[in-house]
């Protein structure tokens, strides 16, 4: 008997350890006896768990680019023009802060039909007790290779096309300041020093077709010294692309040829343009005309610095600077309607324009005209890309820009 | 016939482990429902964590982040399916009685920014609307947000209303108030710095407060109207 008492009472152990073990086991939250102490737990095993979010890489390199954008690295490349009609053009761009809102730049430029530009600058914002001035000043040097020149006036043809290459020493100061919000004033100084050479490019060159009396100032290199001051009513938001609020603007250019005064002249420059928005923006309407106008008849303006039309901002179904005179007027609708409000817009387009050698002989009936469409991919305030198919007596003409038209 | 000890014991166990996994998690506790959420972790800790909204935009648009797995009954309501009070949420509406001046009252529990001259400590770092931080006369720290110029009365008077409306709603919300200022009331002591776009940082000046009194909206009296 008092064997099988041992042996009961080691089996009773046994039983009591397993239950425990068990109960222990399958229950780790059985100790909380109220909903307080069981949250407690479960935040104090969380406690233990926790680990700094890591974005996955989508999200880093779209963290990475927003970065870029709003604290862009100091050098860009973009593939703004090196002049009118150098065809795709690479940029690279250097910038750099100083000051409070002052930034200096480097931009060398380079085409596929080698026009070529290096250019220096800075641009000192926010000065003046108001804070609305803004000077700038910069020096560079272009090269453009093969630029059209038709003849002068409206009469010209398509046949006529000879090239003609100028190299461009540049500097100067400007001085940019609203009066009022809807006032900006500006006005510089530049030295411009010209050097012409025979044409580049697949057509003759302009010595072979034409003469100092068809194409004023052939044979000769001047130097200049440009001043102009505008002043413009401008109710548009900032940004170089809006769809609203117009500018009304009037301008004077004078050129001193400091080489003589041969070519030394004068010119007006006024515009107006408008953008009528239609239902909050589904639609716009925009027009704009202008005209560009030598003050006296007889001073001499060079052929490469006469006012023109042609390209990507008037008369786009004519190539850039297709037709040259000492005066010029030109008009422009657009229709546009906006598929994307952030990013996509459509205008059909009609352009109309002439040049004339007196501002008289400037009449409605003698209107050159085109029609067109276009897409344009733009952001909030700027233009990232522009394709303009446009029709006219020149037949079609593709404009691929990185610009607003108008 | 007497039964085997090896027997009783592992049906004892057996009996034992079955009775306490359905003791593991009692449906109700004594203490149920929770009225308030119990806060026991410390969060002073918490590290600023930069979230791309490009990238968040498209992740919730076109994705379908979270957990995934289906009928996950909500963790922060209590046993009958309300949120208890928390640091973040306070049973208000429909709970307590409100009146309109309770509203009105929001979250606020002082006066607001103490009147006399407000000492400009800080240039504001972010948002949209203009504005600084200041210390008012009594030496509490108020941050400033002026309307901008085109849209008077919107930002603060946005704020006005919306941080009322989510107080009552229940969310934890800090006090805010409408006061005004004239510029000539604003010291700018010389240990004020002021971080410039380009990252340059320089001690603020009267032009610096300018240029953002400049684009703000000024009232008929010539004051600017701020939410503090």
Same mark, same amino acid.
């Given at each position: 008997m008092q064997g099988r008492t041992v042996v009961r009472g080691r089996n009773l152990c046994v039983v009591a350890a397993l239950s425990t073990a068990s109960f222990c086991l399958a229950s780790p939250c059985a100790a909380q006896e109220t909903r307080e102490s069981e949250i407690a737990a479960k935040q104090a095993e969380k406690a233990q768990h926790l680990q700094k979010y890591q974005p996955n890489v989508v999200e880093k390199i779209l963290l990475r680019l927003e970065r870029g954008r709003l604290?862009?690295?100091?050098?860009?490349? =973009?593939?703004?023009?090196? %002049?009118?009609?150098?065809?795709?053009? !690479?940029?690279?761009?250097?910038?750099r802060h100083y000051g409070d809102r002052a930034t200096w730049y480097g931009r060398a430029g380079y085409s596929i039909k080698q026009y070529k530009l290096i250019e220096v600058g800075t641009t000192v914002p926010d000065l003046g007790r108001r804070r609305r001035l803004v000077l700038s000043t910069k020096i560079g040097w272009r090269d453009a290779t093969e630029v059209g020149f038709w003849g002068v006036g409206m009469e010209t043809t398509e046949d006529g096309r000879t090239n003609y290459r100028f190299r461009e020493s540049y500097g100067g100061v400007r001085a940019d300041y609203?009066?009022?919000?809807?006032?900006?004033?500006?006005?510089?100084?530049?030295?411009? !020093?010209?050097?012409? %050479? *025979?044409?580049?490019? *697949?057509?003759? =060159?302009?010595?072979?077709?034409?003469?100092?009396?068809?194409a004023p100032g052939l044979g000769d290199s001047p130097d200049f010294v440009h001043s102009d001051i505008r002043a413009a009513i401008d109710t548009r938001p900032p940004g170089e692309y809006t769809r609203k609020g117009g500018e009304y603007s009037l301008g004077f250019h004078n050129y001193l040829d400091v080489d003589g005064g041969t070519y030394s002249f004068s010119r007006v420059e006024a515009g107006a343009l408008q953008h009528i928005p239609i239902v909050r923006e589904t639609w716009v309407l925009s027009m704009r005309a202008r005209l560009r106008s030598t003050i006296g008849g007889d001073s001499q303006v060079p052929y490469f610095l006469l006012p023109t039309l042609g390209g990507g901002n008037s008369l786009r179904a004519h =190539? =850039?600077? +297709?037709?040259?005179? +000492?005066?010029?007027?030109?008009?422009?609708?657009?229709? +546009?309607?906006?598929?994307? +409000?952030?990013?996509?817009?459509?205008?059909?387009?009609?352009?109309?324009g002439q040049v004339a050698d007196e501002v008289n002989a400037l009449r409605p009936n003698r209107f050159t005209t085109n029609v067109g469409i276009g897409v344009r991919l733009h952001a909030r305030q700027f233009m990232v890309m522009r394709m303009d198919v446009a029709h006219g007596s020149a037949g079609w003409h593709l404009t691929i820009s990185n610009r607003v038209p108008f | 016939m007497r039964t085997p000890a090896w027997f009783v014991a592992t049906t004892?166990?057996?009996?034992?482990?079955?009775?306490?996994?359905?003791?593991?998690a009692p449906k109700f506790y004594p203490d149920d429902p929770l009225p308030r959420e119990p806060e026991t972790q410390d969060a002073s800790r918490a590290e600023i964590s930069e979230v791309d909204l490009f990238s968040d935009l498209l992740v919730n648009m076109f994705m379908k982040p979270g957990d995934v797995t289906p009928?996950?009954?909500?963790?922060?309501?209590?046993?009958?399916?309300?949120?208890?009070?928390?640091? $973040?949420?306070?049973?208000?509406?429909?709970?307590?009685?409100?009146?309109?001046?309770?509203?009105?009252?929001?979250?606020?529990?002082?006066?607001?920014?103490?009147?006399?001259? $407000?000492t400009v400590i800080s240039a504001k770092l972010g948002g949209a609307a203009p504005g600084f931080r200041v210390h008012d006369s009594q030496g509490e720290v108020w941050f400033l947000t002026l309307d901008i110029k085109r849209a008077p009365r919107a930002a603060t008077g946005a704020i006005a209303v919306a941080s009322r409306l989510y107080w009552a709603l229940g969310y934890q919300q800090v006090e805010s108030y409408l006061a005004s200022f004239r510029p000539g009331d604003l010291d700018i002591p010389e240990t004020t710095v002021y971080q410039t776009r380009t990252g340059h940082e320089r001690p603020m000046t009267p032009e610096d407060i300018d240029q953002v009194l400049n684009i703000s909206a000024r009232n008929a009296d010539g004051s600017y109207r701020v939410m503090a």
């Open positions: 604290d862009p690295p100091p050098v860009t490349v =973009s593939f703004d023009t090196v %002049y009118s009609g150098g065809g795709l053009t !690479g940029n690279v761009l250097f910038l609203r009066a009022a919000p809807w006032l900006p004033v500006s006005a510089g100084v530049t030295f411009e !020093g010209y050097e012409l %050479y *025979s044409g580049k490019g *697949s057509g003759p =060159s302009i010595e072979d077709v034409y003469t100092p009396a068809t =190539s =850039s600077w +297709r037709f040259r005179d +000492r005066h010029a007027a030109d008009a422009t609708l657009e229709w +546009r309607w906006i598929p994307n +409000r952030a990013a996509l817009d459509m205008a059909v387009f009609f352009d109309a | 004892t166990a057996a009996v034992l482990v079955i009775a306490s996994s359905h003791a593991a009928s996950v009954r909500a963790g922060n309501i209590n046993t009958i399916d309300e949120v208890p009070d928390s640091n $973040w949420f306070t049973n208000r509406v429909g709970t307590v009685p409100l009146t309109g001046a309770d509203i009105t009252r929001g979250a606020n529990v002082g006066k607001g920014p103490a009147p006399g001259r $407000w």
